[in-house]
Protein backbone atom coordinates (compact mmCIF):
# COMPACT_ATOMS: atom_id res chain seq x y z
CA UNK A 1 0.00 0.00 0.00
CA UNK A 2 2.55 1.97 0.28
CA UNK A 3 4.67 2.60 -3.04
CA UNK A 4 0.31 2.61 -4.23
CA UNK A 5 0.27 5.84 -2.19
CA UNK A 6 3.49 7.36 -3.92
CA UNK A 7 1.74 8.11 -6.75
CA UNK A 8 -0.37 11.21 -6.64
CA UNK A 9 -0.41 11.75 -10.73
CA UNK A 10 -2.02 9.66 -13.65
CA UNK A 11 -1.65 6.15 -14.17
CA UNK A 12 -0.10 5.22 -17.68
CA UNK A 13 -0.84 1.64 -19.31
CA UNK A 14 1.38 1.09 -22.39
CA UNK A 15 1.01 -1.24 -25.16
CA UNK A 16 3.03 -2.18 -27.28
CA UNK A 17 2.96 -3.34 -31.30
CA UNK A 18 4.04 -6.61 -33.16
CA UNK A 19 7.20 -8.02 -32.75
CA UNK A 20 7.71 -5.68 -29.70
CA UNK A 21 7.66 -5.36 -26.20
CA UNK A 22 7.36 -3.33 -23.51
CA UNK A 23 11.25 -2.44 -23.58
CA UNK A 24 10.19 -0.56 -26.45
CA UNK A 25 8.53 2.44 -23.71
CA UNK A 26 11.65 2.74 -21.77
CA UNK A 27 12.56 6.69 -23.02
CA UNK A 28 8.74 7.71 -22.20
CA UNK A 29 8.23 5.50 -19.47
CA UNK A 30 10.93 7.40 -17.67
CA UNK A 31 9.62 10.63 -19.16
CA UNK A 32 6.33 10.23 -17.64
CA UNK A 33 7.51 8.60 -14.05
CA UNK A 34 9.85 11.71 -13.78
CA UNK A 35 6.73 14.07 -14.27
CA UNK A 36 5.34 12.29 -11.54
CA UNK A 37 3.63 9.26 -12.62
CA UNK A 38 2.80 5.69 -12.17
CA UNK A 39 3.36 3.83 -15.55
CA UNK A 40 2.58 0.23 -16.09
CA UNK A 41 4.22 -1.14 -19.58
CA UNK A 42 2.89 -4.15 -20.35
CA UNK A 43 4.51 -7.25 -22.64
CA UNK A 44 1.47 -9.01 -24.23
CA UNK A 45 1.32 -12.89 -24.26
CA UNK A 46 4.76 -14.40 -26.21
CA UNK A 47 6.34 -10.76 -26.00
CA UNK A 48 9.07 -8.90 -24.77
CA UNK A 49 10.15 -11.03 -21.59
CA UNK A 50 6.92 -12.79 -21.65
CA UNK A 51 7.02 -16.35 -21.02
CA UNK A 52 4.98 -17.82 -22.99
CA UNK A 53 5.87 -19.16 -26.39
CA UNK A 54 3.95 -18.62 -30.04
CA UNK A 55 2.55 -22.34 -29.67
CA UNK A 56 0.52 -21.66 -26.35
CA UNK A 57 -1.15 -18.71 -28.44
CA UNK A 58 -4.50 -20.09 -30.23
CA UNK A 59 -6.45 -17.03 -30.54
CA UNK A 60 -6.34 -13.21 -29.89
CA UNK A 61 -7.63 -13.60 -26.57
CA UNK A 62 -4.61 -15.71 -25.50
CA UNK A 63 -2.40 -13.01 -26.86
CA UNK A 64 -4.44 -10.11 -25.30
CA UNK A 65 -4.40 -11.85 -21.72
CA UNK A 66 -1.99 -10.31 -19.57
CA UNK A 67 -3.30 -6.63 -20.72
CA UNK A 68 -7.00 -8.18 -19.80
CA UNK A 69 -5.79 -9.89 -16.53
CA UNK A 70 -4.10 -6.10 -15.68
CA UNK A 71 -7.25 -4.25 -16.09
CA UNK A 72 -9.26 -6.58 -14.25
CA UNK A 73 -7.54 -6.50 -11.69
CA UNK A 74 -7.35 -2.58 -11.25
CA UNK A 75 -9.46 -1.01 -7.97
CA UNK A 76 -12.76 -0.20 -9.01
CA UNK A 77 -12.25 3.27 -8.53
CA UNK A 78 -8.96 3.28 -10.67
CA UNK A 79 -9.17 4.72 -14.16
CA UNK A 80 -5.86 4.63 -16.27
CA UNK A 81 -4.76 6.54 -19.46
CA UNK A 82 -4.62 3.71 -21.96
CA UNK A 83 -1.65 3.85 -24.77
CA UNK A 84 -1.33 1.45 -27.63
CA UNK A 85 0.93 1.75 -30.59
CA UNK A 86 0.56 0.01 -33.74
CA UNK A 87 -0.99 -3.70 -33.20
CA UNK A 88 -1.34 -2.57 -29.70
CA UNK A 89 -4.60 -0.29 -31.04
CA UNK A 90 -5.99 -3.49 -31.14
CA UNK A 91 -5.22 -4.90 -27.61
CA UNK A 92 -6.33 -1.26 -26.16
CA UNK A 93 -9.91 -1.59 -28.38
CA UNK A 94 -10.83 -4.82 -26.88
CA UNK A 95 -9.63 -3.48 -23.24
CA UNK A 96 -12.15 -0.55 -23.86
CA UNK A 97 -14.63 -2.90 -24.56
CA UNK A 98 -14.49 -4.73 -21.61
CA UNK A 99 -13.50 -2.55 -18.93
CA UNK A 100 -14.74 0.92 -20.01
CA UNK A 101 -15.34 2.03 -16.55
CA UNK A 102 -11.65 2.12 -16.02
CA UNK A 103 -10.11 4.15 -18.49
CA UNK A 104 -10.07 7.74 -18.73
CA UNK A 105 -8.92 8.43 -22.25
CA UNK A 106 -7.36 5.87 -24.78
CA UNK A 107 -4.49 6.98 -26.73
CA UNK A 108 -3.89 5.18 -30.41
CA UNK A 109 -0.36 6.34 -31.70
CA UNK A 110 -0.14 5.49 -35.28
CA UNK A 111 -1.92 2.58 -34.36
CA UNK A 112 -4.50 0.52 -35.65
CA UNK A 113 -8.26 1.32 -34.89
CA UNK A 114 -10.84 -0.83 -35.36
CA UNK A 115 -14.43 0.22 -33.89
CA UNK A 116 -17.83 -0.42 -33.92
CA UNK A 117 -18.65 -0.31 -38.07
CA UNK A 118 -14.97 -0.62 -38.77
CA UNK A 119 -14.08 -3.90 -37.53
CA UNK A 120 -10.25 -5.35 -37.18
CA UNK A 121 -11.57 -7.71 -39.80
CA UNK A 122 -12.35 -5.34 -42.40
CA UNK A 123 -9.42 -3.68 -41.96
CA UNK A 124 -7.33 -7.10 -42.16
CA UNK A 125 -9.43 -7.51 -45.57
CA UNK A 126 -8.88 -4.11 -47.13
CA UNK A 127 -5.25 -3.24 -46.22
CA UNK A 128 -2.47 -4.70 -47.65
CA UNK A 129 0.99 -3.94 -46.83
CA UNK A 130 3.20 -1.44 -49.81
CA UNK A 131 4.86 -3.54 -52.48
CA UNK A 132 8.22 -2.34 -51.66
CA UNK A 133 7.85 -3.52 -48.33
CA UNK A 134 11.50 -5.18 -48.10
CA UNK A 135 11.27 -9.13 -48.23
CA UNK A 136 13.81 -9.35 -45.14
CA UNK A 137 10.73 -10.10 -42.89
CA UNK A 138 10.46 -13.79 -41.59
CA UNK A 139 7.28 -15.42 -42.26
CA UNK A 140 5.98 -19.35 -40.85
CA UNK A 141 3.57 -21.65 -42.52
CA UNK A 142 3.12 -24.04 -40.27
CA UNK A 143 -0.30 -25.36 -41.78
CA UNK A 144 1.52 -25.72 -44.68
CA UNK A 145 3.21 -23.90 -47.39
CA UNK A 146 -0.51 -23.33 -49.54
CA UNK A 147 -1.82 -21.78 -46.12
CA UNK A 148 -1.63 -18.09 -44.62
CA UNK A 149 1.13 -18.06 -42.60
CA UNK A 150 0.90 -18.24 -38.52
CA UNK A 151 3.72 -16.13 -37.67
CA UNK A 152 6.20 -13.17 -38.66
CA UNK A 153 9.28 -11.79 -37.18
CA UNK A 154 10.54 -8.50 -38.56
CA UNK A 155 13.40 -8.61 -40.51
CA UNK A 156 16.57 -6.12 -40.16
CA UNK A 157 16.26 -4.45 -43.44
CA UNK A 158 12.39 -3.61 -42.25
CA UNK A 159 13.31 -2.39 -39.33
CA UNK A 160 16.10 0.23 -40.41
CA UNK A 161 14.48 1.36 -43.11
CA UNK A 162 10.12 1.31 -42.78
CA UNK A 163 9.84 1.31 -38.52
CA UNK A 164 13.13 3.01 -37.09
CA UNK A 165 14.58 5.13 -39.71
CA UNK A 166 14.48 8.29 -37.94
CA UNK A 167 15.39 6.80 -34.76
CA UNK A 168 18.92 6.41 -33.08
CA UNK A 169 20.86 3.84 -34.24
CA UNK A 170 21.49 2.43 -30.93
CA UNK A 171 17.74 1.59 -30.71
CA UNK A 172 18.00 -0.05 -34.07
CA UNK A 173 20.53 -2.49 -32.59
CA UNK A 174 18.01 -3.20 -29.47
CA UNK A 175 15.13 -3.89 -31.47
CA UNK A 176 16.78 -6.42 -33.57
CA UNK A 177 18.54 -8.28 -30.27
CA UNK A 178 14.62 -8.05 -28.74
CA UNK A 179 11.57 -8.43 -31.67
CA UNK A 180 9.64 -12.07 -31.05
CA UNK A 181 7.40 -13.63 -33.79
CA UNK A 182 3.93 -11.98 -33.56
CA UNK A 183 1.15 -14.86 -34.28
CA UNK A 184 -0.96 -13.95 -37.19
CA UNK A 185 -4.58 -14.96 -36.23
CA UNK A 186 -7.00 -15.51 -39.28
CA UNK A 187 -9.55 -18.04 -36.83
CA UNK A 188 -13.22 -16.59 -36.69
CA UNK A 189 -13.13 -16.80 -32.85
CA UNK A 190 -9.69 -14.25 -32.91
CA UNK A 191 -12.15 -11.50 -34.93
CA UNK A 192 -15.01 -12.31 -32.33
CA UNK A 193 -12.73 -11.49 -29.66
CA UNK A 194 -11.65 -8.44 -31.22
CA UNK A 195 -15.87 -7.12 -31.69
CA UNK A 196 -16.16 -3.48 -29.94
CA UNK A 197 -19.69 -1.65 -29.73
CA UNK A 198 -20.71 1.96 -29.49
CA UNK A 199 -22.61 1.68 -25.84
CA UNK A 200 -19.03 0.54 -24.36
CA UNK A 201 -15.85 1.21 -26.62
CA UNK A 202 -17.52 4.01 -27.87
CA UNK A 203 -18.14 5.66 -24.47
CA UNK A 204 -14.49 6.56 -23.93
CA UNK A 205 -12.69 9.56 -25.35
CA UNK A 206 -10.03 8.43 -28.20
CA UNK A 207 -7.20 10.42 -29.48
CA UNK A 208 -5.34 9.37 -32.71
CA UNK A 209 -2.03 10.68 -32.72
CA UNK A 210 -0.71 10.85 -36.74
CA UNK A 211 3.04 9.85 -37.12
CA UNK A 212 3.98 11.66 -40.50
CA UNK A 213 7.08 10.12 -41.91
CA UNK A 214 5.99 6.79 -40.42
CA UNK A 215 6.98 3.98 -43.30
CA UNK A 216 5.06 0.98 -41.44
CA UNK A 217 1.44 2.25 -41.17
CA UNK A 218 1.75 4.91 -43.78
CA UNK A 219 -0.20 8.42 -43.76
CA UNK A 220 -2.63 7.48 -46.04
CA UNK A 221 -3.06 4.25 -43.73
CA UNK A 222 -3.62 6.18 -40.78
CA UNK A 223 -5.66 9.08 -42.20
CA UNK A 224 -7.77 5.31 -43.38
CA UNK A 225 -8.49 4.51 -39.89
CA UNK A 226 -9.44 8.05 -38.64
CA UNK A 227 -11.95 8.42 -41.68
CA UNK A 228 -13.40 5.47 -40.86
CA UNK A 229 -13.69 5.47 -36.96
CA UNK A 230 -13.59 9.01 -36.32
CA UNK A 231 -11.66 9.71 -33.03
CA UNK A 232 -12.62 12.43 -30.51
CA UNK A 233 -9.13 14.47 -31.47
CA UNK A 234 -6.66 14.11 -33.93
CA UNK A 235 -2.56 15.21 -33.32
CA UNK A 236 0.40 14.50 -35.69
CA UNK A 237 3.99 14.29 -35.08
CA UNK A 238 5.04 15.12 -38.62
CA UNK A 239 8.35 14.36 -38.30
CA UNK A 240 7.98 11.16 -36.47
CA UNK A 241 9.01 7.66 -37.78
CA UNK A 242 6.93 4.40 -36.77
CA UNK A 243 8.58 4.18 -33.57
CA UNK A 244 7.95 7.41 -32.48
CA UNK A 245 8.46 6.47 -28.63
CA UNK A 246 12.50 6.02 -29.17
CA UNK A 247 12.32 9.22 -32.27
CA UNK A 248 10.48 11.49 -30.55
CA UNK A 249 10.01 10.59 -27.33
CA UNK A 250 9.33 14.01 -25.58
CA UNK A 251 7.41 15.42 -28.10
CA UNK A 252 4.96 12.17 -27.80
CA UNK A 253 5.25 12.75 -24.26
CA UNK A 254 4.23 16.27 -23.76
CA UNK A 255 0.90 14.68 -25.99
CA UNK A 256 0.30 11.81 -23.07
CA UNK A 257 0.66 14.56 -20.24
CA UNK A 258 -1.57 17.06 -21.97
CA UNK A 259 -4.55 14.92 -22.15
CA UNK A 260 -3.77 13.58 -18.87
CA UNK A 261 -4.65 16.47 -17.22
Known amino acids: MAEEKRWSGSHFVLIHGACHGAWCWYKVETLLRVAGHRVTALDLAASGV???????????????????????????????????????????????ERFPQKISIAIFVTAFMPGPDFSFLDITQQYTPREDIPV?????????PDKPPTSFLFGPIFISSKLYQLSPPEDVILANSLVRPFPCFTDAKSFEDTIVTKERYGSVHRVF???????????????WFIKNNPPDEVKEIADSDHMVMLSHPQELCSYLLAYAH
Do not use: W
Open 209 to 223: IVCGQDYGIEVDIQR
Open 136 to 144: DNIYTFDQG
Open 50 to 96: NLKQLRDLSTMSDFLEPLMEFMAALPVDETVVLVGHSMGGVAISVAM
